[in-house]
């Protein structure tokens, strides 16, 4: 990957929704994002399991162009995405649903998504490859990142049945953050 610009730092509120950016995965994937700036540009950004909105609002920041959607199955979650984009300015440009996955109608009109992030877990991310295949748009990249070390393989699997392979790894400690194109 290019090395990334720099980034800025976000003030915003984590409330009882997941991303306050200091887990390994969350830092991996803000890596991976900052390293696709300039190497891609997304016209569309999909964001599942979005938690706080952090990774919607760093994707902002790169390509403030294009359009994000940010989901979670928690309404929580999507009502702090929300707060959290209105805060920094993009209450019009990040547009936050509650989904389970990516299971909503929105998610699928505004498809195909040259970035797909999705800060979760391993087993729900397999399960979802499918649908991540199928909302990527072709050179575009997936940044899959909350996977445990002994995982990893296992994801890489469930991707290359859609033909998407392993860009780059990220490690940090037994964490892996994977960018698939």
């Not at 569309?44 to 979670?72: E, M, N, T």
């Not at 209105?86 to 019009?92: C, D, H, N």
């Not at 050179?139 to 990142?145: D, F, H």
Request: glycine letters at 14%; one cysteine or more.
């Amino acid at each position: 990957m290019a090395n990334s610009p720099e980034f800025q730092a976000l003030e915003f509120q984590a409330g009882a929704a997941f991303g306050t950016g200091q887990h390994p995965s969350t830092i991996g994937a803000l890596q991976a994002i900052g390293g696709l700036a300039g190497v891609i540009e997304p016209a569309a950004i999909l964001d599942i399991g979005c938690g706080s909105g952090l990774l919607s609002l760093a994707a902002a920041h790169y390509w403030p162009g294009a359009r994000i959607v940010a989901s979670d199955i928690m309404q929580e979650a999507v009502e702090t995405t929300r707060l959290n984009a209105e805060q920094a300015g993009l209450g019009g440009h990040i547009h936050a649903v509650r989904a389970d996955g990516a299971q909503h109608a929105e998610i699928g009109t505004r498809a195909p998504y040259g970035l797909i992030l999705c800060n979760i877990f391993a087993e729900p991310i397999i399960g979802m490859a499918d649908d991540i295949a199928r909302l990527h748009a072709p050179g575009g990249a997936i940044v899959l990142s909350g996977i445990l070390a002994w995982r990893q393989w296992q994801v890489e699997e469930a991707f290359a049945l859609y033909g998407l392979k392993k860009v780059e790894v990220i490690e940090l400690g037994e964490w892996r953050t994977l960018i698939l194109g």
